[in-house]
């Protein structure tokens, strides 16, 4: 799998297709979706490879769901393409999606049936051989036991796992799922992922809807950070995180003496005096010049430590940075090299369109301490 | 999934895209099947079939209670302690015009639209059938369904006549009298008849699902539709029309009570329903085919 970070949008057929002698397992080019006067879509590109476990980010109302939608083939793009192993779901309706599985928002199914019936329904609707796996999948996602009763009686978290069961029926070589842990305790979540790792292990190709950012983090080898419709980065997880940039974090004898010899340092960047001591941003080089400046100032080193930026660092910088921040690490993500940008602490509000066409407005009100798992 | 890794291992992806394409895909009846065992799984598809069954029932045990059968207008009114044939037909008669229809739109306004708001209609068209695979069996079903409640009634009824007032010849239309055995075969041919103008009014009622996505708009639509074509059949100086309404099909089963046999209003009837009901599942398949399904 190539690791590097490529440009949205540039065209990356000639690498995917020739992975494994088939079609790209998603490709999305240009792909726009307006509702009259709100764009929910803005010329979205997509390159999912085989192998991929690709992770689709995005704040609430950034257009995710309705990408995948497009995906499926259940709203009609405005503009573009899609194709799913080379095959156009508009076009060509259910041959398109062939391999394909998965579910868009919360899987849904007949209430008043037990989860083995709307099993056998779906199983009827893929045709050879999906009523056989029935059991099989009941299994896999531990639902046997309660295969008789009603899914009306289900909670949130076994629909889920019904959906995940739903899709295996279908022996995809592609899973689509959009936000398939949201409403899980901490233990589902966990078994959740565990379960999609090793689908992925065994050769499926993955494209999972989150903005669970562990999730992200623990499942993803390549991501695609959409935001009001747009995608803002995408390529290997990898490279986001070189490119977010080696932050420090400094404690010395003196922080107000140690910011002015930072802030008069060349190389250094963002140099801040926080709650938790200064931080800034420089390359290795420049820093050990700062050790010496310190020192010359009769600044004592309590302690220099390298940060690396956190997935949620870099959403955040992507999807809430404005002007240099946010359009340095665009920059970075979609360009490669460049000036690293700091860590975004905003809040605010973003006005959003959502999949039913209206606004939303939804507060972004996350700050750099969520819960996050830093990549080190 | 509390210990993922000791379940069984997940079948390989199929990494022979060839096989996967040539996969056999089920077939519309294999859908449409499956329609009616979700018809069969919900309660309310039992309201309007109640409803067929319960209305004979009661007609016939108020008139075991009477004494006075003197029933003024219809001919088959002034037979019904004759023979228990006369029982369908005046049932027939009295649910043609609303009864029926209102049990047809209940399923049929409500197939598509149900299952949009539900978020089961994203279910199925992610699986391997076509959209006009989906709405074709569901229109089917809805048909199956009208179709069921029209002669679950009459069954019913000609059960309940039979055995009350017994199994005898009955006079028709035009005064002959037929056989019991071909009353009876005219009895469920008068009820096949009615389903032209019944069955329309479910293909108005599919359309109306389909578009509105909301099921009290669309049951309510079709009952609407039908209270609109009445009142302009009593509208004065739109007598010209009247031929052409699918309200004025209603009773163009009437023909096969006469004898001989008129067969112009069946035609009639026949053609001025297609015109309703070819465009509306037309409609219907033009906007399934189209539209977003972003519900649920």
């Known amino acids: 799998m190539a690791d590097e970070a490529r440009p949205a949008g540039v065209t990356a057929t000639e690498n995917a297709a020739g992975d494994m002698g088939e079609a790209q397992p998603v490709r999305a080019r240009g792909l726009v979706k307006r509702y009259k006067e709100v764009l929910a879509v803005d010329h979205i590109d997509l390159?999912?490879?085989?192998?991929?476990?690709?992770?689709?980010?995005?704040?609430?109302?950034?257009?995710?769901?309705?990408?995948?939608?497009?995906?499926?083939?259940?709203?009609?793009?405005?503009?573009?393409?899609?194709?799913?192993?080379?095959?156009?779901?508009?076009?060509e309706g259910a041959r398109a999606l062939?391999?394909?599985?998965?579910?868009?928002?919360?899987?849904?199914?007949?209430?008043?049936?037990?989860?083995?019936?709307?099993?056998?329904?779906?199983?009827?609707?893929?045709?050879?051989?999906?009523?056989?796996?029935?059991?099989?999948?009941?299994?896999?996602?531990?639902?046997?036991?309660?295969?008789?009763?009603?899914?009306?009686?289900?909670?949130?978290?076994?629909?889920?796992?019904?959906?995940?069961?739903?899709?295996?029926?279908?022996?995809?070589?592609?899973?689509?799922?959009?936000?398939?842990?949201?409403?899980?305790?901490p233990a589902g979540m966990r078994d959740m992922r565990?379960?999609?790792?090793?689908?992925?292990?065994e050769g499926i190709t993955v494209l999972l809807s989150s903005h669970q950012l562990p999730e992200v983090q623990e499942l993803c080898d390549r991501v695609a950070i959409v935001d009001r419709g747009r995608v803002v980065y995408e390529g290997a997880l990898s490279d986001l995180r070189r490119q977010g940039g080696a932050g420090y974090r400094l404690r010395s004898t003196d922080d107000t003496r140690a910011l002015e010899v930072l802030r008069a340092q060349a190389g250094i960047e963002h140099a801040t005096n926080g709650e938790h001591g200064l931080s800034f941003q420089a390359d290795e080089q420049h820093v050990g010049a700062l050790s010496l400046a310190l020192g010359a100032a009769g600044v004592g080193i309590l302690a220099l430590t390298p940060e690396l930026a956190t997935l949620e660092d870099l959403f955040f910088r992507l999807t809430e940075g404005n002007g240099a921040q946010g359009d340095a690490v665009r920059d970075n993500g979609t360009r490669g090299g460049g000036e690293t940008a700091s860590i975004a602490d905003t809040t605010g509000a973003t006005a959003t369109a959502t999949a039913d066409g209206g606004r939303s407005t939804e507060p972004h009100a996350q700050s750099s301490n969520r819960t996050g798992v830093e990549i080190r | 999934m509390s210990s993922a890794t000791a379940a069984p291992p997940v079948a390989p992806p199929a990494t022979a895209p060839r096989a996967i394409a040539h996969a056999r895909r089920p077939s519309t009846l294999t859908v449409w099947r499956w329609e009616l065992r979700k018809l069969v799984s919900q309660k309310r598809t039992y309201l309007g079939l109640g409803l067929a069954v319960l209305l004979p029932l009661i007609f016939v045990v108020v008139q075991n209670l009477r004494h006075d059968h003197g029933h003024g207008g219809s001919i088959f009114a002034t037979q019904i302690t004759q023979s228990g044939l006369a029982t369908p037909v005046l049932m027939l008669e009295f649910q043609a015009y609303f009864m029926l229809p209102l049990i047809a739109a209940l399923v049929a306004g409500d197939i598509v639209a149900a299952e949009d708001g539900n978020g089961t209609l994203k279910t199925i068209l992610t699986r391997s059938v076509d959209r006009g695979q989906v709405l074709g069996a569901k229109t089917l079903a809805a048909?199956?369904?009208?179709?069921?409640?029209?002669?679950?009634?009459?069954?019913?009824?000609?059960?309940?006549?039979?055995?009350?007032?017994?199994?005898?010849?009955?006079?028709?239309?035009?005064?002959?009298?037929?056989?019991?055995?071909?009353?009876?075969?005219?009895?469920?041919?008068?009820?096949?008849c009615y389903l032209i103008p019944l069955l329309t009014v479910a293909c108005i009622g599919v359309l109306l699902s389909t578009a509105t996505r909301n099921s009290t708009a669309a049951v309510v639509g079709t009952i609407g539709l039908v209270i609109l074509l009445y009142i302009v059949q009593g509208i004065p100086g739109l007598e010209g029309i009247q031929p052409y309404l699918l309200t004025e099909q209603f009773h163009s089963w009437h023909g096969l009570l006469r004898t001989p046999t008129d067969w112009a209003p069946i035609w009639h009837s026949a053609w001025v329903c297609a015109l309703y009901a070819i465009p509306s599942l037309f409609a219907a398949y033009l906007v399934f085919l189209r539209r977003d399904v972003a519900g649920g």
């Open chain 2, 143 to 192: 048909l199956t369904y009208g179709t069921t409640a029209v002669f679950l009634s009459a069954v019913v009824a000609t059960i309940a006549g039979v055995a009350s007032w017994g199994f005898h010849h009955i006079t028709t239309l035009s005064g002959s009298v037929v056989s019991a055995s071909e009353g009876l075969l005219l009895v469920f041919a008068a009820n096949a």
């Open chain 1, 194 to 201: 565990a379960l999609i790792r090793r689908l992925a292990d």
């Open chain 1, 98 to 185: 062939e391999g394909v599985a998965g579910f868009v928002e919360a899987p849904r199914f007949y209430p008043y049936l037990s989860a083995r019936k709307n099993l056998e329904l779906l199983a009827a609707l893929d045709g050879t051989g999906a009523k056989a796996r029935i059991a099989e999948v009941l299994q896999i996602v531990e639902l046997s036991p309660r295969a008789e009763h009603r899914v009306g009686g289900y909670s949130h978290g076994m629909r889920q796992r019904l959906g995940i069961a739903a899709a295996l029926l279908r022996r995809p070589r592609l899973l689509i799922l959009d936000e398939p842990a949201t409403g899980l305790d």
């Open chain 1, 47 to 91: 390159n999912v490879r085989t192998g991929d476990v690709y992770g689709f980010l995005g704040p609430n109302g950034a257009g995710k769901t309705t990408t995948l939608r497009m995906a499926l083939g259940l709203i009609m793009p405005t503009e573009g393409t899609v194709q799913l192993f080379g095959r156009d779901p508009i076009r």
